[in-house]
């Protein structure tokens, strides 16, 4: 059932923007509502609408810190239709209204000494379309596992088909660069579009999308450096340059060459408040 409630969980965070409801979530699932919502309280300790609640405003605070857009445009962009609404759940959860909070947030961030932080070379380019086979663990990215252990999770599972041992290895870091209340790490590997098409996928593995992006890439040799890499990058490297994070999870590549840390950017015709 586990599994169940962990669909349940990635389509609340997929349909942040979204006006669908719990009985939308229990309709796709095949149960009934009152059955969602106390599998899903026993899953995760909260109840369905306060787990989406949380995203969103997670969302917001992410996008207030480190995107030009306006408070009414962020609001939007996470499912709130009333303004008004949305500061005030905001200022339940951050004790501070959104215009506060991005002011003070971004304070902190320039205020930090530049000294401080490791300097990483940065390049900023666009990642072609690409496709991933992941699984979802409930583990902050920090504490995940070294990168040479991440193919584990796949090739544990004798249904998997063998070609897939081949792709690269993928961290999908759903709480950078802000920390979440819930950490969601998604671990697998990258593909090509196509290479799964003739593949099911069984529980707990899916299939996600990774759009064309501009992204701020960085290497690091090891995870220990993935703090330093992403303060170095959204507190000094971006700002300098005028470059705005999406708001996108963070992904994380085991290449070759290292580790490579690819942050989303914003377009240059959407970074307008």
Not at 35 to 57: E, K, N, T, V
Not at 74 to 85: F, Q
């Amino acid at each position: 059932m586990f599994n169940e409630m962990m669909r349940a969980e990635i389509w609340l965070q997929e349909t942040l923007e979204s006006q669908l409801g719990i009985e939308d979530l229990a309709r796709r699932l095949g149960y009934s509502s009152s059955q969602i919502r106390r599998r899903f309280r026993q899953s995760f300790g909260m109840s369905p609408g306060a787990y989406r609640d949380m995203l969103r405003l997670e969302k917001a605070a992410r996008l207030l810190v480190h995107t030009p857009h306006g408070i009414r445009q962020i609001a939007e962009r996470c499912g709130y239709r009333n303004h008004s609404a949305f500061s005030r759940a905001f200022q339940r959860r951050y004790r501070r209204s959104p215009r506060d909070y991005r002011r003070a947030e971004r304070l902190q961030l320039r205020k930090a000494e530049p000294g401080a932080a490791q300097a990483f070379p940065v390049e900023l380019r666009r990642t072609p379309p690409r496709e991933a086979v992941v699984t979802r663990r409930y583990a902050p990215s920090t504490a995940i596992d070294a990168p040479s252990e991440w193919r584990q999770h796949l090739e544990g599972n004798d249904m998997l088909p063998n070609r897939l041992g081949e792709a690269t290895p993928i961290a999908i870091l759903h709480d950078q660069p802000l920390a979440s209340d819930m950490p969601r790490t998604d671990l697998g590997v990258q593909v090509a579009h196509g290479t799964t098409t003739d593949m099911a996928l069984p529980l707990p593995f899916r299939l996600i999308e990774l759009p064309a992006r501009r992204c701020a890439c960085v290497t690091i040799s090891d995870m220990a450096q993935l703090p330093e890499a992403i303060h170095f990058l959204v507190g000094h490297s971006l700002p300098q340059r005028g470059e705005h994070l999406n708001g996108e999870a963070a992904r994380l590549l085991h290449t070759p060459a290292g580790l490579e840390l690819q942050l989303p950017l914003l377009e240059p015709g959407d970074a307008t408040s």
